[in-house]
Antibody
């Protein structure tokens, strides 16, 4: 059974930093790309970062580029998100998601964690 | 800003059929990227409902179906049930943004 368990959320002041972790189990972690997706309170879903299977390629939307860093440790089946220079608009539940695909034009998220809440406020 | 547009809400009586549209552009759906759909029950994480435009993962009832045409896609729910009350999101890839994009989300209400 695939399981993704996020941790590391909490209350942080504007301009501060936080590191999220996601522990993966139930599948061969090193064989799959992974992403982080967030959801602000009462709002929709927003993709915030992705990393390739071997950690050599990372991707970000403009909203977090230069502030967030995704990484992984395939030896520990762990995914991370380092968040710096946090803003109030980064307040959201952050989900870890396993990627799957049916070719280069069909990438989707087939399993999600339960999420961890990040609140940026003074 | 979401680049995939969905109606904010749709509703129907039990047993009825409802459809949710997902409108994109030439840099995402119209560029040939597949559309995928997620169901988010209240207070829970999203769950994959449809992948590759029209494929259902194991365990998803065949009451749910998806289609894609041009720059748009649709999710249909037939035989609507109370347990289908949830938020639904479409997702694709946008070549101009070089990233994954989600729809604005649609709340389904069962009357």
């Amino acid at each position: 059974e695939v399981q993704l368990l996020e941790s590391g959320g909490g209350l942080v002041q504007p301009g501060g930093s936080l590191r999220l972790s996601c522990a993966a189990s139930g599948f061969t972690f090193r064989n799959y790309a992974m992403s982080w997706v967030r959801q602000a309170p009462g709002k929709g879903l927003e993709w915030v970062s992705a990393i390739s299977e071997s950690d050599d390629r990372t991707y970000y939307p403009d909203s977090v580029k230069g502030r967030f860093t995704i990484s992984r440790d395939n030896s520990k089946n762990m995914l991370y998100l380092q968040m710096n220079s946090l803003r109030a608009e980064d307040t959201a539940v952050y989900y870890c998601a396993k990627e799957s695909d049916q070719g280069s034009y069909s990438h989707y998220f087939d399993f999600w964690g339960q999420g961890t809440l990040v609140t940026v406020s003074s | 800003q979401s680049v995939l547009t969905q109606p904010p809400s749709v509703s129907g009586a039990p047993g009825q059929r409802v459809t949710i549209s997902c409108t994109g552009s030439s840099s995402n759906i119209g560029a040939g990227y597949d559309v995928h759909w997620y169901q988010q029950l209240p207070g829970t994480a999203p769950k994959l409902l449809i992948f590759g435009n029209s494929n259902r993962p194991s365990g998803v009832p065949d009451r749910f179906s998806g289609s894609k045409s041009g720059t748009s896609a649709s999710l249909a729910i037939t035989g609507l049930q109370a347990e289908d009350e949830a938020d639904y999101y479409c997702q694709s890839y946008d070549s101009s943004l070089s990233g994954y994009v989600f729809g604005t989300g649609t709340k389904v209400a069962v009357l």
